[in-house]
């Protein structure tokens, strides 16, 4: 198999990992998907083979079986696949001595017709670990199988390590290619081998087996479909990790180049993506690395505080449990005041601004070193980068961000900044929240971080809003929550957007035959006031998520290509003198974004979805995850939505009467055109 095979194989398919031989997802499902891929450590060649002398699939019979290299499916060898199993997974007690995958075949009788089930369908069997197998196979490619099947998989005395459904659940919520678009469960499984996932971000199905129940062995199954509205309803949020993931950055060219003695550049780092964390107080807090470095969306930090004590802090860096997991000390680079601020620098705040000095009673032996670390062999990206590099400053953090990040020949602001005042136990001499010196000399010197992560003890920021629908992550000496803020963009557009404050003067605009924009939930409102949809509308609601979420992304073929150019060519073009491989170019450039064009009729109505415009599979995914998300909105609140289930940064077109709507999305490409159509 070629890998573009092989990725086409894992989009459509059922992964059922801690398989055995369980036959019956396939003759259950069968008939919707033909391809299966089973994985379970405890099951040899002898004993497939065994399975297959009979029929394995009533009906069917073994026309084929291939062998696969692990490096085709898996990435590496079976020798180093063993081996990062048992780094990573001390408690892993299987078999995989004799590890193997293969590709059968199998084919309908040739006595039996359609109505036994499809002609052919093929199974993948792998001898392996089934979180591994997700990760290698399916995170590794930014792929998410069709179907997921959780059932037994053996905790504790069943052959399988106890963790192994918490691990698979982290696997999944760590993959960027997204999540399953189902699951099938026991409905009854007990705690240690339930999938949390499923109650975060699934919906169960009534009645999918047409009202009757199935059993496997004992097992009774129940389907769960991916339901994006509850990554951002106030139950059940998105965590801060998946947020997160939309921002991942690659590694900085600097630090990937890194070598073993080179000096400080002060251009390197400073321009580099920094959280920053003054007042840190503890040496082993390394929930902003493990938050933003494991997410990818930032490599380098500083952490400031002159309270820190450096033997403590390169005894933590040494010891096997404290430090940052998964990670090894590269190099510490020695750092001096001039190494960071060359010109030396001036404050915002004057003694007149502090409301309580530091006791100078207490000696503070002022240091700074710069630790780059790199990711030990048993983890991979799913863990976080191969490098990170981390400033620890034995410094006054309010002082220090002053110096670093506010002055004229300052490099650039933090990306991220960790206020924390930790209540009754800070120890800091001042805070670090609204009103304190720090946000003094942010809002003297007009320099502000793009976010806050902010622990709930703590006062955000004035122009500074929490992201809506992402939960909170618990770290710190009390483990308060802490929760990121977004500054607020204080541009305003010139052209207006309705809300629910002035949805009336919306509705009289669209009755006057106005193009009016407005944000989700006026628009929906705005929508029932004016377009007259009848029963359209509810039926349209009911069908279009999942017609959008069976939808999938198609690359353009050569076909889409010429007819595009060929169209182009019948115009003129408005340089008739551009020379030839300048406008083959062009044309090609926008042939990516004008070609892509996907419509998804919505059965039980006349009404479709379009996603235009979008070049790649992300944008395609963003835009189709967006318009699912409005539409379970719309169906699930109806009536009841109000400002608090607005979706920043997305707006809705409504053409006067005609019955056709632009969703806006800022977060995908600008030339993107998506929404519904009735007409």
């Known amino acids: 198999m070629t890998e573009k095979m092989i990725r086409q194989f894992l989009k459509g398919c059922i992964f059922y990992p801690c398989s055995g031989s369980h036959e019956n997802p396939i003759q259950l499902l069968k008939k919707l998907c033909q391809r299966f891929f089973y994985v379970d450590h405890g099951y040899s060649r002898e004993d497939l083979e065994d399975c297959f002398k009979d029929e394995f699939i009533s009906g069917y019979e073994l026309s084929e079986a291939i062998e696969l290299s692990p490096e085709a499916i898996f990435g590496m060898s079976w020798n180093k696949l063993r081996y990062m199993l048992e780094k990573r997974h001390h408690e892993y007690y299987g078999d995989v001595s004799d590890p193997f995958v293969i590709l059968y075949r199998f084919k309908r009788l040739p006595e039996l017709s359609i109505e036994r089930g499809p002609e052919t369908f093929e199974l993948l069997f792998a001898r392996y670990e089934g979180v591994e197998t997700y990760k290698y196979v399916f995170a590794r490619r930014k792929i998410a199988p069709l179907c997921l099947v959780h059932v037994a998989p053996g905790g504790g005395m069943g052959g399988n390590y106890l963790e192994y459904s918490q691990k698979l659940s982290e696997a999944i919520r760590s993959n960027e290619g997204g999540l399953p678009p189902f699951i099938i469960h026991e409905k009854n499984a007990k705690r240690y081998e339930y999938l949390d996932i499923i109650e975060e971000r699934y919906e169960h199905v009534r009645n999918w087996l047409t009202r009757r129940r199935y059993a496997l062995e004992s097992y009774i199954l129940s389907l769960a479909k991916l339901a994006p509205e509850k990554g951002y309803t106030k139950d059940v949020e998105m965590t801060l990790y998946e947020y997160l993931h939309s921002m991942r950055e690659p590694m900085p060219d600097w630090l990937k180049r890194f070598q073993f003695n080179e000096p400080f550049s002060r251009q390197n780092f400073f321009t580099s993506r920094l959280v920053y964390y003054p007042g840190s107080e503890t040496e082993t807090d390394g929930h902003p690395v493990k938050l933003f470095g494991s997410t990818h969306s930032s490599h380098c930090f500083v952490y400031a505080d002159p309270k820190l004590m450096r033997a403590q802090i390169e005894s933590v860096l040494e010891h096997p449990r404290h430090r940052f997991k998964g990670y090894r000390t590269l190099h510490r680079l020695e750092i ?344």
């Open 336 to 679: 001096r005041e001039s190494d960071l601020v060359p010109n030396g620098w001036t404050p915002h705040i004057t003694y007149s601004d502090v409301e309580r000095a530091l006791d100078l009673s207490k000696p503070v032996q002022l240091f700074g070193f710069l630790e780059v670390l790199e990711r030990e062999e048993a983890f991979d990206d799913s863990h976080g980068p191969k490098r990170l590099a981390v400033l620890f400053l034995g410094a006054d953090g309010i002082a220090a961000y002053d110096a670093l990040f506010c002055q004229k020949d300052s490099l650039s602001p933090p990306f991220a900044l960790l206020l924390q005042d930790r209540g009754f136990i800070n120890s800091n001499y001042n805070r670090f929240g609204h009103g304190s010196l720090l946000h003094l000399i942010a809002t003297r010197s007009k320099v502000f971080p793009q976010w806050l992560l902010i622990s709930e003890d703590t006062e955000p920021w004035d122009g500074f809003v929490r992201v809506s629908g992402v939960g909170g992550d618990q770290a710190g000496i009390l483990k308060p929550m802490r929760f990121l803020y977004k500054k607020e963009d204080v541009k305003k557009e010139d052209k207006m957007v309705y809300t629910m404050q002035n949805l009336q003067d919306a509705v009289n605009e669209i009755r006057n035959g106005k193009y009016v924009e407005l944000e989700v939930p006026a628009a929906y409102h705005a929508i029932v006031a004016t377009q007259n949809l009848g029963d359209d509308w509810g039926v349209f609601l009911e069908n279009a998520p999942a017609a959008i979420l069976c939808s999938q992304f198609k690359p353009l073929t050569f076909d889409d290509v010429q007819e595009y150019i060929t169209n182009q060519l019948r115009h003129p073009r408005p340089d008739q003198n551009q020379p030839a491989n300048e406008l083959i170019k062009e044309m090609l450039e926008d042939c990516k974004v004008y070609g892509q064009r996907k419509d998804i009729p919505v059965e039980g109505t006349n009404a479709h979805v379009f996603i235009f415009r979008t070049p790649d599979a992300n944008d395609f995914d963003k835009a189709r995850a967006v318009l699912v998300l409005i539409l379970e909105l719309f169906r699930r609140l109806g009536n009841s939505l109000n400002d608090s289930h607005n979706l920043p940064g997305v707006t809705i077109m409504i053409r006067k009467d005609e019955k056709f709507f632009d969703v806006k999305i800022d977060d995908i490409n600008d030339r993107a055109w998506c929404g519904f159509d009735f007409r």
